[in-house]
């Protein structure tokens, strides 16, 4: 491996694991100017279809003229394919040209300060979305919610799909816990969009948007929809 190709670099951020909070992300967006306070942002979380909704939203949202930013994850074969503009993914020259620029920056903290992989993927995304001026993000949580790099946006739309008992070694072993780390991306007074769920899950979504002012609407109670094709 060799760390001064800008892939090596991050693919070694795989090293330091996973470790939820917001603070090395916070870090390095400030030292980067917060490009991610410059764009309207709908976060996605959830357990089961959050990445189907993450691009069915942006899919609407291009037919309607916006130029949208998408960050998804994992990837099939290339990591480029997170982030993309109208599905488009993010040009290798564009994402080695952030990469280094993050780099610069990673390689003047202690070791300790160094971001995970995710961290620093979900960093360069929100760069380059400033970059290409995005009119909005639709963006999917990696995991949890409340302390995935993610949750760092401050979104105005927060949508909750179908919760289920995933990565429980880290988000909890109940409903209702794993349910308080999906609905910590919840804002002051933003929209909530959550899919019907569990009962104590249900209840925890509610009382999260209640603290913070904001205002849900639950799938088949308050709205409902249908699946359309949407391919060209």
């Known amino acids: 491996m060799n760390k001064n190709n800008p892939i090596d670099f991050l693919n070694s951020l795989s090293d330091f694991g996973i470790k939820l909070g917001l603070d090395k992300t916070n870090f ?107 009119d909005i993000l639709v963006c999917e949580v990696g995991m949890g919610g409340r302390f995935d790099a993610t949750n760092v946006l401050p979104s105005f739309i927060e949508i909750i799909t179908k919760i289920g008992l995933d990565h429980t070694e880290f988000l909890g072993k109940t409903y209702k816990e794993i349910a308080n780390e999906k609905a910590g991306i919840i804002k002051e007074k933003t929209i909530v969009l959550s899919a019907k769920q569990k009962k104590d899950a249900m209840k925890v979504i509610k009382k999260k948007t209640k603290d913070k002012n904001s205002e849900i609407f639950i799938y088949g109670e308050d709205f409902k929809g249908k699946l359309l094709d949407i391919s060209p």
Not at 29 to 53: E, R
Not at 102 to 127: C, G, N, R, S, W
């Open 28 to 134: 390095y967006l400030q030292k980067l100017g917060n490009p991610h306070f410059k764009y309207p942002s709908i976060l996605v979380a959830g357990t089961n279809g959050k990445g189907s909704v993450c691009k069915a939203l942006s899919k609407i949202l291009e037919f309607s003229n916006y130029k949208v930013g998408l960050y998804t994850s994992p990837h099939l074969i290339d990591v480029k394919e997170r982030i993309k503009i109208n599905e488009e993914n993010i040009s290798e020259e564009e994402f080695n040209e952030n990469i280094i620029r993050l780099k610069k920056i990673i390689e003047k903290q202690p070791v300790h300060m160094y971001p995970t992989y995710f961290e620093a993927l979900t960093i360069i995304a929100f760069l380059y979305f400033y970059q290409k001026k995005i």
